[in-house]
């Protein structure tokens, strides 16, 4: 009598790959930090000085131009 068959060992390995209790408030914990970390960065970016007058300067250029 063998302790480990295959098909149970494979089966028990399919359960352990496929469960994931528990995980979705963990994942959604990082995901929203992750999420509100990347928009600081961006609105500190945004509303740095040198952002802002690169835009004013290629709206002044558009609506400048020549046509």
């Known amino acids: 009598m ?3 068959d295959i098909r149970t060992v494979g ?3 399919a359960l352990l790959i496929a469960d ?5 408030t963990a994942e959604y914990a990082i ?3 992750a999420a509100a970390a990347f928009g600081a960065v961006l609105y500190a ?3 740095g000085d040198s952002i802002v007058t690169a835009l004013t300067d290629i709206i002044d250029r558009a609506l ?3 046509v």
Do not use: K, P, Q
């Not at 994931?20 to 979705?24: H, I, K, P, R, T």
């Open 2 to 4: 063998e302790i480990f």
């Open 11 to 13: 089966a028990r390995l």
């Open 20 to 24: 994931d209790e528990g995980m979705s």
């Open 31 to 33: 995901g929203t930090i």
């Open 45 to 47: 970016v945004v509303t």
């Open 64 to 66: 400048n131009t020549a």
